[in-house]
């Protein structure tokens, strides 16, 4: 741990007792909390004010951090899970369902890491099966048919590279994805609010629009993966966070993200109540601006945002031309 | 008791020839028969003991598959840039395209097989392990429009360790374009077949590769999202035999048919035929 981390850990916990000892004597110590807590800020905001990209990959997977089901419940009511791939099983690993943004019904889904480190198990971390993308694509079909607007959370280390997942065609159910997903005749917004790993995250965020959470992550490939194929070193792994480019910032950049959901100093982790107010407020943004659309102005518009993803030269071609 | 003794045997020294020139000769990774390279390319590059496929330059998977003198390269002159500075990616890419002669990890195009006139995109394991990056999936989403624009059917060999590292995010999103090129063309009620060579991996074989109306694989290629390394530290124990091999697929349900390289173009052609229409009964 850097030291500002370490300082700020520290300044917390001393806020808390203090906060706790004052409550138990009802003593009045406010002055002292607020003295501390302005140190606090201070401290936060010169440490995250340079905050690096591997930083951002350990906040991204910080286990403090809101998890799909709590920003579920910070702007959905009425959410109602729905269970299953009706071909071989249901994934934790992955959740969704129906619910209520506002007034307008919508169907959520998102990938879904534990709270706890028993519950992480049972949801493996947050890496899906393939009938976890199954059961995603399913859950897409039946709000196409109902005209229901789809928000989907990112979340994961990546698919989960295990024998049954390879069995049932981890590869198979990734690609029906991204294939069906370009064609979905309603409003697809996806928030980037953890980790992106690679296919297991693409899987469930080819949108209209996609943001993502200042803190969050994305790349083709987790550090440590890199620097141990690359540099056959793991230990290079924040070298490899910075090579990757995978910040928000980075991201929207190269045009693949429309949008950066700032977070509270410190990290979302921090302060739920500040990322609720501003997640509401933006989903409550673009869910209207895209269901203006008509469905084939929605997809034309998909393409192009896709389609204008890379980075290339025709260089020959152009020197030809240059000489002729 | 005689009758029971165990038989001996006479020891024959086996000659297993450890250093193989390299550039004149191939060991068979199957059978560990050495090959000349010169027959083995006369061969097909397939192992006349075992069956064993070699991994083939797309060159001369070209020439095995598109009738003679009918194939136009489209997008040759598209190159790829090094855009997040990755370390040492540029100078790879330079040493690459020296090397294989190519200027990236896949030929597009348009040529006839059996004199039916067929989009095609043949991936090159010659250059960074047939990898993904902007470029590879530019120029597959471009044949793909092509095709469905000219109305032909596509047929596209892959051969890819996945998506390319060192373009990161650009790479991962080929995956989601190749996709929806494709999504349109099979709307279009065109037929796409894939063939699956070894090896097929990671972001190709979760993109295009999979999305064949007909999925083809040459025998005992790796097929799989994962590599067999990451899935074995992952479990903690030794994957089973022939995991995520051709025969492994087509067990499992995920391709068609199991093709040997040396009736392929017949198999293609058949297939082609068989997407002509015809007509009616009675």
């Given at each position: 741990m850097a030291s500002g981390e370490k300082q700020l850990a520290h300044l917390e916990q001393k806020i808390k007792d203090l906060q706790a000892f004052a409550r138990e004597q009802e003593m009045d110590l406010s002055e002292e909390i607020k003295s501390l807590q302005e140190k606090a800020r201070k401290i936060r905001e010169e440490y995250f004010s340079e905050i690096t990209p591997w930083q951002r990959v350990k906040l991204a997977r910080n286990m403090q951090r809101p998890t799909t089901q709590d920003y579920i419940e910070m702007v959905c009511s009425d959410f109602t899970e729905l269970h299953g791939d009706r071909l071989f099983g249901d994934d934790p690993a992955i959740i969704g369902g129906i619910g209520r943004l506002g007034k307008q019904p919508v169907t959520v889904i998102g990938h879904q890491k534990g709270r706890s480190t028993k519950e992480n198990i049972s949801r493996n971390f947050g890496m899906p099966h393939p009938e976890g993308y199954r059961k995603a694509l399913r859950l897409m079909e039946q709000a196409e048919k109902f005209n229901r607007p789809i928000i989907t959370f990112i979340d994961t280390p990546g698919a989960y590279p295990g024998l049954g997942a390879e069995e049932r065609g981890q590869g198979e159910a990734i690609a029906r994805n991204l294939k069906e997903?370009?064609?979905?005749?309603?409003?697809?917004?996806?928030?980037?609010?953890?980790?992106?790993?690679?296919?297991?995250?693409?899987?469930?965020?080819?949108?209209?629009?996609?943001?993502?959470?200042?803190?969050?992550?994305?790349?083709?490939?987790?550090?440590?993966?890199?620097?141990?194929?690359?540099?056959?070193?793991?230990?290079?792994?924040?070298e490899a966070a910075r090579s990757l480019k995978l910040t928000a910032e980075d991201l929207k950049v190269a045009g693949v993200i429309d949008a950066i959901i700032p977070e509270p100093s410190g990290g979302c982790q921090l302060n739920s109540q500040e990322i609720q107010k501003k997640l509401e407020e933006h989903l409550k943004e673009i869910v209207p601006f895209l269901q203006k659309m008509d469905s084939s102005e929605l997809l034309t518009r998909r393409w192009k945002r896709l389609s204008r993803i890379g980075v290339w030269t025709e260089q020959i071609k152009a020197q030809k031309k240059a000489s002729q | 008791m005689a009758l029971f003794r165990k038989t001996r045997y006479s020891q024959v020294g086996t000659r297993e020839i450890k250093n193989v020139p390299k550039n004149i000769a191939s060991k068979c990774p199957a059978c560990k028969h050495v090959h000349i390279d010169k027959d083995l390319s006369q061969k097909l590059k397939v192992c006349d003991r075992c069956g064993h496929h070699f991994s083939l330059p797309a060159k001369?998977?070209?020439?095995?598959?598109?009738?003679?003198?009918?194939?136009?390269?489209?997008?040759?002159?598209?190159?790829?840039?090094?855009?997040?500075?990755?370390?040492?990616?540029?100078?790879?890419?330079?040493?690459?395209?020296?090397?294989?002669?190519?200027?990236?990890a896949v030929i597009t195009g348009f040529g006839k097989i059996s004199g039916i006139e067929v989009g095609l995109g043949?991936?090159?394991?010659?250059?960074?392990?047939?990898?993904?990056?902007?470029?590879?999936?530019?120029?597959?989403?471009?044949?793909?429009?092509?095709?469905?624009?000219?109305?032909?059917p596509l047929i596209i060999f892959s051969a890819s360790g996945g998506a390319r590292m060192q373009e990161s995010i650009y790479s991962l999103m080929q995956m989601a374009k190749t996709s929806n090129a494709l999504a349109r063309f099979s709307d279009a009620g065109l037929l796409y077949i894939s063939v699956l060579t070894h090896p097929t991996t990671g972001g190709v074989t979760a993109s295009f590769a999979m999305l064949g109306d007909i999925n083809i694989a040459e025998p005992g290629s790796l097929i799989g999202f994962a590599g067999p390394r990451v899935i074995q530290q992952t479990i903690g124990q030794q994957l089973p035999e022939g995991f995520q091999r051709a025969e492994f697929l087509l067990e499992h349900g995920f391709i068609d048919r199991i093709v040997e390289r040396k009736k392929m173009k017949k198999e293609l052609t058949l297939l082609l035929q068989l997407h002509q229409g015809g007509e009616k009964i009675g």
């Open positions: 997903m370009s064609g979905l005749r309603v409003p697809v917004v996806v928030i980037v609010t953890g980790e992106g790993g690679s296919g297991g995250a693409l899987a469930l965020a080819v949108g209209d629009w996609v943001s993502m959470f200042e803190n969050a992550v994305y790349s083709v490939i987790s550090p440590e993966g890199c620097a141990s194929i690359l540099w056959k070193d793991p230990g290079k792994a924040e | 001369q998977r070209l020439k095995q598959i598109v009738d003679e003198g009918t194939f136009r390269e489209i997008n040759r002159e598209l190159i790829s840039l090094d855009p997040l500075d990755f370390p040492g990616y540029g100078e790879k890419l330079e040493q690459v395209r020296e090397k294989s002669g190519l200027n990236e043949i991936m090159a394991p010659d250059f960074m392990l047939g990898s993904m990056g902007s470029v590879v999936g530019e120029k597959i989403t471009r044949l793909v429009d092509k095709a469905r624009e000219l109305k032909k």
